[in-house]
């Protein structure tokens, strides 16, 4: 089991998720976060610091955003489990399914908060 990022975070990517995370699971592609399910220990560390509240156990995901969780495990066996977010830095692609959504997903978050 793992804890998945899920809509709010596209286009935000806050990063306090990656501050708090005790093994660096936490990886950046172009528009999300992804928590490698193969690395994430489960600790919810990066939970309650989330400011777009994206961040759930995966058995907790709402039902429009299940999706998240296989788009996390596809990426990261495209990508391989890199054994270090800081040290492989930024993904230079997305999950198809996070690439195609529309721009504004989170526009009224971004307009009402600075990050």
Sequence with gaps: MAYVIAEPCVD????????????????????????DPNECVDC????????TEA???????PDDWVWYKDA?????????????AQAFGIIDHD??????LPADVNAEYLNNHSL
């Design 55 to 61: 961040i759930f156990y995966e058995d907790d995901l």
């Design 95 to 100: 999950d198809p399914r996070v690439a195609e």
């Design 12 to 35: 935000v990517k806050d990063r306090a998720c990656v501050d708090e995370c005790p093994v660096d699971c936490i990886y950046e592609g172009q528009r999300t976060l992804y928590i």
């Design 72 to 84: 996390a495990a596809t990426l990261f066996d495209e990508v391989g489990d890199p054994g270090g």
């Design 44 to 51: 919810g560390a990066c939970e309650p610091v989330c400011p």
